[in-house]
């Protein structure tokens, strides 16, 4: 089965995939984005990570990092399963390190469950109208051991002047590439691009990012008034990487808080472009070829319909879904 959570209310929402306790690991980072608004909406908001234990006993050593800044180690003891611990700052918690220690003599290192985000948050580039949009982030993080070196960054649709990103490395001396041209080099818990601004740099057409060891990939849509039709809020997803696709994939759109337009990208090599379906019917919209992206080819496609339903994609071959981007008028 495929599980989903969405939160939502007074004009806001945000969603994440739900992963199965068996792929859950030790070893996290929190991902966010630069905290500001707020004020917005009247909502007080935060930076912010969540940890749930899977199991009785569990001990969580926690390192962290606020704009980019490594503060001091502390631990944290979850005595049952399910227990929570909730951390919140005023700037951005990417980076902050989050591992399962286990006690010596005691059980050992247990599966963590992390999300991580923000409460509220607006940002845009600085052709954008400032604070005109407010949302929540929010996503469960994949473990260190389920990264990769390979991505495909596909804008998503409505943001004709592309989308924010951050790339994440998990180890020392980690070399990042865009299109097969060096842009960083980065250490354990730093991101590319380095700023924490709400101005952010974009990418505007698909593009391969590349790692000589694992990274994770964000991307982001920005406020409403960044988006080439007026709609959308603050959003992240995380990406997977090429190398962990699927053959088919179940997905679920809502309709909360005003919704009016459900987007999803796909990449998919391009030889297995032609059997792509959703729900057993082929995409209206055309797959392209991604220039930078040898081999394999994009749909960026939107719902003609607004349902609140799961659909089905599937193909011959394995592709990558990036994630349903959700959009609205408020």
């Not at 007074?10 to 707020?38: C, E, W």
């Not at 394999?296 to 994630?323: H, K």
Request: include cysteine; proline fraction near 7%.
């Amino acid at each position: 089965m495929v599980a989903y959570a969405q939160q939502w209310g007074a004009a806001r929402s945000a969603a994440t995939l739900l992963l199965p306790t068996n792929v859950l690991g030790k070893k996290y980072y929190a991902t966010s984005f630069t905290q500001l608004g707020a004020s917005g909406g009247g909502q007080l908001a935060k930076s912010q990570f969540q940890i749930i234990a899977t199991k009785d006993n569990t001990v969580v050593k926690v390192t962290p990092r606020t704009n980019g800044v490594t503060g001091s180690s502390f631990v944290i003891n979850l005595p049952l399963a399910g227990d929570m611990y909730q951390y919140q700052a005023d700037q951005d918690l990417t980076g902050t390190l989050i591992e399962s220690t286990g006690v010596p003599g005691g059980a050992g290192c247990l599966p963590i469950a992390v999300f991580s985000g923000s409460s509220n948050i607006t940002f845009g580039t600085n052709s954008c109208a400032p604070g005109s949009s407010y949302d929540p982030l929010f996503q469960q993080q994949y473990p260190i051991s389920t990264w990769g070196k390979n991505f495909g960054f596909i804008p998503f649709g409505d943001y004709p002047n592309g989308n924010p990103y951050r790339v994440l490395a998990s180890e020392n001396n980690t070399n990042v590439f865009f299109d097969g041209f060096l842009v960083a080099t980065l250490n354990e818990g730093e991101i590319y691009p380095a700023a924490f601004t709400s101005s952010p740099v974009v990418l505007t057409v698909p593009t391969s990012i590349t790692a000589d060891k694992p990274i994770a990939v964000m991307q982001y849509a920005q406020l409403r008034d960044c988006s080439g039709s007026f709609n959308g809020d603050p959003d992240m997803v995380i990406l997977n990487p090429i190398e962990q696709n699927i053959d088919r994939i179940t997905i679920f759109t809502s309709t909360q808080q005003n919704i009016n337009r459900q987007w999803i990208n796909v990449l998919i090599k391009t030889i297995a472009a032609p059997t792509f379906t959703i729900d057993g019917v082929a995409p209206s919209t055309p797959f392209i070829p991604a220039p930078n992206i040898p081999g394999y080819s994009y749909l960026t496609y939107v719902f003609c319909q607004l349902y609140q339903v799961q659909n089905c994609p599937r193909a011959d071959s394995g592709f990558i879904l990036f994630d349903m981007v959700l959009t609205k008028s408020i």
